[in-house]
């Protein structure tokens, strides 16, 4: 019930009039600077909800009068350094490979595209640091099969190997085993020289002269009569640290017997719907060639 207002003797301060068992209640009001602060941070928010996104309702939202957003901020953001990119992309298109390397704002652009590209598409085959494995050539180091000149591999990831692109890179290793063109004995011989002289695991005092006579006759014109390989064919070098088909004697019988010829596609955009465009070829060329083979 309340009671009359009064002041009370001890703060100077009236009373609200309520009262509990004789005990009453002080009216002591919100201090100035709570009030002014609590209405000003009122009238923050109301402006805050009508200028931005904040009242949602079903499936769609209230945009605010000033339409703000982050993700139209973004896509701005991202439209920006598409069309810089492109600018990019269309100038090493049309500047010749040596040159893009040359130009260190076009290579730092082409190694950056280049690197994703490869990640995409080379990467399974070839490995993510293009290291390779067993039937897909290493491309970080010096041996190549069909050169590693800026040039060579362009035309090597345009037009591909065995690929049936008409300007593909293209060679056979004859079918000596299955084709008839050696006896198994042959294939033995032969492989115990190449495993012997060329892989250089020859035992000791071991006759390699069988093998040497077979080699010299049907492998030369291909690996060179030392071994050397050949890149006009894509011959590997037989005398090499590194081998495609890997570092054992049944690798060698198992090629010789029925060669694997292996196929690297083409990604010339023209013939092949999911190839790459030229621009891109080029940037992931100077990316393979700054791998660490690089001619
Ligand atoms: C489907 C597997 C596959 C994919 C994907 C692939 N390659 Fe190859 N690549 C090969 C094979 C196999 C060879 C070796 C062919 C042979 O036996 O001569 C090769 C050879 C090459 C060579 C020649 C190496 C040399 O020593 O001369 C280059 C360069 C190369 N690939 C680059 C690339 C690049 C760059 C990409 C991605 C755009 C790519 N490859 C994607 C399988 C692949
Ligand atoms: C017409 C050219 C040609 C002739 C002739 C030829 N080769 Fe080859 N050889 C190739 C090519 C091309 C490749 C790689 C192709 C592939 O991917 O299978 C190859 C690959 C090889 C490899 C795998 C090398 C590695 O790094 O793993 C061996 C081993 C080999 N040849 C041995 C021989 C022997 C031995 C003979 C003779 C009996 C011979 N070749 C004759 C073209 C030839």
């Excluded at 019930?1 to 068992?21: F, Q, S, V, Y």
Aim: include cysteine; charged fraction near 20%.
């Amino acid at each position: 019930m309340p009671t009359k207002i009064e002041k009370d003797a001890l703060t100077g301060r009236h009373t609200t009039g309520h009262e509990w068992d004789g005990l009453q209640e002080l009216n002591t009001p919100l201090p100035k600077w709570w009030l002014y602060t609590f209405i000003a941070c009122c009238i923050f928010a109301v402006g805050y909800i009508a200028l931005f996104p904040s009242i949602p309702y079903g499936r769609d939202y209230f945009h605010g009068w000033l339409q703000a957003s982050s993700r139209t901020a973004v896509d701005a953001d991202v439209k920006a350094l598409e069309a810089q990119r492109a600018f990019s992309m269309d100038k090493i298109k049309y500047t010749p490979i040596a040159q893009v390397k040359d130009d260190p704002k076009l290579l730092a652009v082409a190694t950056a595209a280049g690197r994703i590209a490869f990640a995409n598409n080379c990467q399974p085959c070839h490995g993510a640091g293009g290291e390779g494995r067993v039937g897909y050539p290493s491309l970080a180091d010096d041996t190549w099969l069909w050169g590693g000149t800026l040039a060579d591999i362009q035309q090597t990831i345009t037009y591909g190997i065995r690929s049936g692109n008409d300007r593909a890179r293209n060679s056979v290793m004859p079918n000596f085993g299955a084709g008839g063109l050696l006896t198994p004995a042959q294939i033995e011989a032969v492989a115990d020289f190449v495993w012997g002289a060329f892989y250089g695991h020859a035992a000791e005092g071991q006759d390699l002269s069988k093998g040497r006579a077979v080699f010299a006759e049907n492998c030369a014109v291909c690996h060179g009569a030392n071994g050397e390989g050949s890149r006009t064919v894509g011959a590997p070098p037989l005398k090499s640290a590194v081998h495609l088909y890997g570092d054992l004697r049944a690798a060698i019988v198992a090629q010789v017997t029925n060669p694997r010829m292996g196929v690297m596609p083409s990604w010339e955009k023209k013939t092949n719907i999911t190839g790459l465009d030229e621009a891109t070829i080029k940037s992931v060329a100077i990316y393979v060639h700054a791998l660490g083979g690089g001619e």
